[in-house]
């Protein structure tokens, strides 16, 4: 009997799925960052802080799947892998990213918790920070999946 596999990109530890769920996950924290942003003025008001947790639970789920995910699954492969360039260069770009993780596990810790009024007098600048911090990541993050995907292009050519 032939048994067909199922092949879930959910779940799948292939690198184009977890450069597909890193870029997914990236977008979705980008886009409720900038829907809290315009929430300004920021109060306690509801909307204010169901947002906020929303977007505190994205930033770790998207910061998770860089190291955890995409980069452990570049080390895991084999010596003479095509994905080597790739590798070799999340290697030399995961110091700086590390940094940027830094600064927004930093902003997830502020604001954990119900944050005062007082906490959110400091909001506007805090997402300010954490936006330049995230660019920076992104830059660096596109760097590494343009070269998994030149390699995944070739592959399939």
């Not at 924290?29 to 994205?58: C, D, G, I, M, W």
């Not at 660096?140 to 343009?146: G, N, P, Y």
Request: hydrophobic share 45%; aromatic share 6%; with cysteine.
């Amino acid at each position: 009997m032939n048994a067909a596999t199922i092949v879930d990109p959910l779940h799948s530890k292939a690198l184009p799925d977890l450069v597909s769920k890193l870029l997914v996950a990236r977008q979705q924290s980008l886009v409720l960052y900038n829907k809290l942003a315009a929430l300004k003025p920021f109060t306690l008001a509801e909307p204010v802080r169901h947002l906020l947790r929303q977007f505190r639970q994205s930033l770790i789920d998207y910061l998770a799947l860089g190291p955890f995910e995409v980069y452990q699954a570049l080390e895991e492969q084999p010596v003479d892998s095509p994905f080597d360039p790739a590798r070799n260069l999340a290697r030399q770009l995961y110091a700086p990213i590390a940094c940027t993780t830094q600064v927004a596990l930093a902003f997830h810790d502020r604001y954990g918790g119900t944050p005062s009024a007082a906490e959110l007098t400091g909001l506007e600048d805090d997402l300010s920070q954490l936006g330049e911090s995230l660019a920076e990541r992104i830059e660096l993050e596109d760097r590494i999946v343009a070269a998994i995907c030149r390699v995944g292009a070739t592959l399939t050519v």
